[in-house]
Each structure stands twice: as C-alpha cells, then as structure tokens.
C-alpha cells in the first residue's frame, strides 16, 4: 500500500481495501531511514495492526515536508493581481525536472488575464500549461483529469489561487492531515511542518503544504540547472567549447537558440538569473565561512 499519513511513530497505509495503522521494523531505525508520506511499502497484517517491513524505490524525496514519490508538481501562476514572476515559475520546473517531476504550470485566474505571452512562452518550451479560473470554473474540469492516479503537489507565490483552486476540485473536501511531520534538517534543529493529503475518490492525490508552497524553500544544484531547462538539453552538445557558460561564450549553441527564437528568450535570461542569483548565496556564505 501507500503510505497516507505518519505520526508519532505511526504509519496510516492505504491498502487500497482501506487503511491499516502500522509501525515500522526497527531496522529501518538502524539503518537511518524513515518510511514517508507517498511511500509504497510493503505490509504485514496481523489482526487490525500492520508492520511495514520493506519501502519501495522513491522517485524522489522532499524534506519540507518530509514526503516522498511525488508525481507531478503544479506550479499555480496568475497574470492578473498578485502577478508571478516567470522567473518563479522557470525556477520551479527547473527544479520538478532535476526531481523527476512532471510539472503543470497553471494558469489560474483566466477570468481576469490571459496571459498570452506566458502561455506563448510554455509552449515554446514544451512544457504542459493549463488556464483555469476558480472564480468561473473555467478549466477545472481538465485540471481534475491532469491530476487523477498522480500524487501532485501545489505551489506558487502567495494570493495566485491556490486554496480556491483545491476547493474548487474538491467542494466536498475534508483534507486529511498529514501533519507534524517531524523533520530532521540536518542541522540539529527539528521543524514541523503541516502537511495536508487531499484524496480524489476517483483516483489522484494532493499534497499541500506551506514547505512546498514557498517558492524559497527549494534548493538547486548549480552544476544541475542547465538540465532543469528540458528544452535546452538539445543544444548543450553543441556549444564550441565544452566547458561553455552558455554566456557570452563564442560559439555558444544555447544563446544562438536564443537569439534566433528556437528558445524563448525569457527562459534563457531566467536560466541566467537563477545562475547569479545562486553566485550570490555563494558568496555570502563564504563570507560567513559557513560552507
Ligand atoms: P492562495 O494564497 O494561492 O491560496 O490564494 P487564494 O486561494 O487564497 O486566493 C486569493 C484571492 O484570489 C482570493 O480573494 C480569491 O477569491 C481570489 N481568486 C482565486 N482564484 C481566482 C480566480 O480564478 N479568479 C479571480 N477573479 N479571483 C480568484
Ligand atoms: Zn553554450
């Protein structure tokens, strides 16, 4: 089954024939790993209690909150008031591809905005982007279809629609708390983050939380980011130099693409932007010497 919820100590599992309340093997204490939120583990029954006794492999893992196999990453975005900056939204599907997400851009808000150069820009892109309006339920319908049988997670810059947009799916909808997920950053410092589950009766998952809300939050690997951009992966054989910044290298096939509109020029400075914002943070910290 699939893990739901934990708690103290305590794993709810969906069977998929209902949920079993389940503790996990000590080894998995030993060995330093703790069965997650969006977990497939496999279970041992014995009357109404269960034992997880073995995790299956993860897709990925996120530590604010502390879930795991997440399917899809919807990136709610508004053209109208409060309006997201692409930069946001270029830096989120960067990270969705170096997760292995799929992503979703969402467009909400169409009653007011169009947004026709964003969806220009995504389409350019080949990424998947959708209009919706929570307001008239233009769109709802289709973004119910994009989420059924994945786990999804919602995020996007405060205001954009996010809450209207999960009652707007689930009018019905009592979210199952996930929450108190206890998380161990590493640095000694235990946070708890509230996580919510909302179940589809007819297939499909929601995680929502303000870990993954905040655009902030999400670290990015610099040596990596070149890859998050799915539509440059083409062209990176084909700089002259192979050690190209992609910049204002001679023979740069990347800013070539760019200049001659193979790749949206927005995407292209935002890759840069995401670059120098990351120097940035570097510097800092070794300023600091707290590397
Ligand atoms: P969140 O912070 O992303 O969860 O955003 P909310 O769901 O709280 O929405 C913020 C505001 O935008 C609320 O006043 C909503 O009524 C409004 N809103 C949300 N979706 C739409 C929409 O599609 N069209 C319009 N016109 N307003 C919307
Ligand atoms: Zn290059």
């Known amino acids: 089954g699939r893990i739901k919820k934990a708690l103290s100590g305590f794993y709810y599992v969906d069977t998929g024939e209902g949920i079993v309340t ?7 204490r030993k060995e330093g790993v703790s069965p997650l939120v969006g977990d497939r583990v496999e279970i041992t029954v014995s009357g109404t209690e269960g034992m997880v006794d073995a995790i299956g492999p993860r897709r990925n893992v996120f530590s604010r909150p502390a879930v795991a196999n997440i399917d ?18 270029d830096r989120m599907t960067a990270i969705a591809a170096l997760k292995g997400c799929e992503v979703l851009i969402c467009i909400n808000k169409s009653d007011l905005d169009h947004a026709d150069e964003l969806c220009a ?19 709802i319908a289709e973004l119910r279809e994009r989420i059924s049988g994945k786990l999804s997670a919602f995020t996007g810059n405060s205001g954009v629609g996010k809450s209207s947009l999960l009652n ?6 009592n979210p199952i708390l996930v929450g108190a997920v206890s998380d161990n950053s590493g640095l000694g410092q235990h946070t ?3 996580a ?21 939050l999400w ?3 610099p040596e990596q980011v070149t890859l998050g951009f ?22 740069c096939a990347l800013r070539e693409a760019a200049e001659n509109g193979e790749i949206a020029e927005e995407r292209y400075d935002n890759y840069h932007r995401i670059l120098e914002s990351m120097s940035q943070v570097k510097t800092r910290k070794n300023f600091f010497n707290e590397d």
């Open 22 to 28: 389940c503790r996990a093997r000590g080894r998995f």
């Open 168 to 173: 707007a799916l689930l009018p019905e909808l």
């Open 72 to 89: 899809q990453l919807v990136i709610v975005a508004s053209n109208a008031i409060p309006q997201t900056d692409p930069y946001l939204i």
């Open 230 to 251: 799915i539509e440059f992966r083409k062209y990176l054989g084909g700089c002259k130099f192979r050690d190209c910044k992609h910049d204002n290298d001679p023979g």
């Open 196 to 216: 919510r589950l909302y179940h589809f009766p007819q297939g499909g998952d929601i995680i929502d939380s303000p870990g993954i809300r905040e655009f902030g």
């Open 192 to 194: 708890t983050t509230a």
């Open 219 to 221: 670290h990015l690997d």
């Open 121 to 139: 820009i995504y389409e350019k892109a080949g990424l998947p982007f959708l209009l919706t309006s929570a307001e008239t339920g233009d769109g």
